[in-house]
């Protein structure tokens, strides 16, 4: 299988006797870092995940990026390490307070503590024309908040998506709450890719998509 396209900025390194996915910049989670670089953890990210898993995500370094469900920052941070600004949303305060301390060395990364189901909150703060919305919110109705954020991308943006089963429906099958929640994507996107990131991520299914 070939080698996935990695967005500059993202590099294999030789970390820990492995090569890993990794980005430059501070530490964030505990992870292992040689020579400034940081290895990305995909089994703790599901961008991570996805770029191990060869989706093709469109991301090239430098984007402008949405990222809804910021938590704690262990994804986000390494988006910011490579891309442009990166509007970074999170509603629950105390993993916020993780997430500033995140964003302390990164001056390209901008917490906003705000509920991502409500995006007219923050719309005026995010740029339009957005080049990426990485999305990984585990709540009910996560198809939903994507077709709301829809409004900041770029035409030829792209939407990056973990839907995570058991968030929307503990007693449904993954394969079913899967089909119901692209449904609803296609409403505002069209589907690019969907895979399974159960090698990292029990019960979640990336999507790659772009705004109709």
């Known amino acids: 299988m070939s080698e996935p396209t990695l967005p500059n900025g993202v590099e294999r390194q030789e970390i820990d006797g492995e090569r890993r996915l990794a980005t ?45 469900g910021a938590a704690s920052g262990t994804t986000v941070s390494h988006v910011a390490d490579f891309a442009g600004p990166t509007y970074a949303v999170e509603f629950a305060p105390r993993p916020a307070r ?12 901008f917490p906003l503590l705000k509920d991502a189901r409500k995006p007219e909150t923050y719309a005026h703060v ?13 709540t009910r109705g996560q198809a939903e908040v994507a077709v709301r954020n829809a409004r900041f991308l770029a035409d030829d943006g792209r939407l990056l998506l ?15 709450v899967f089909d119901g929640a692209l449904d609803r994507l296609r409403e505002a996107y069209e589907i690019l890719e969907t895979r ?11 999507v790659v998509a772009t705004p109709k």
């Open 162 to 176: 973990a839907i995570k089963a058991r968030s929307e429906d503990v007693t449904a099958a993954p394969a079913d």
């Open 196 to 206: 399974r990131l159960d090698r990292y991520h029990e019960d979640h299914l990336g």
């Open 126 to 138: 995010v740029e339009s024309d957005v080049d990426a919305v990485v999305q990984d919110v585990a």
């Open 98 to 109: 993780d997430l500033l301390d995140a964003a302390e060395p990164r001056d390209r990364l």
């Open 24 to 68: 430059r910049g501070e530490p964030v989670y505990g992870e292992p870092t040689a020579d400034g670089w940081r290895a990305w953890d995909p089994e703790r990210s599901k961008l991570g995940g996805m770029l191990e898993l060869g989706l093709e995500t469109g991301l090239a370094g430098g984007e402008t990026v949405l990222y809804l």
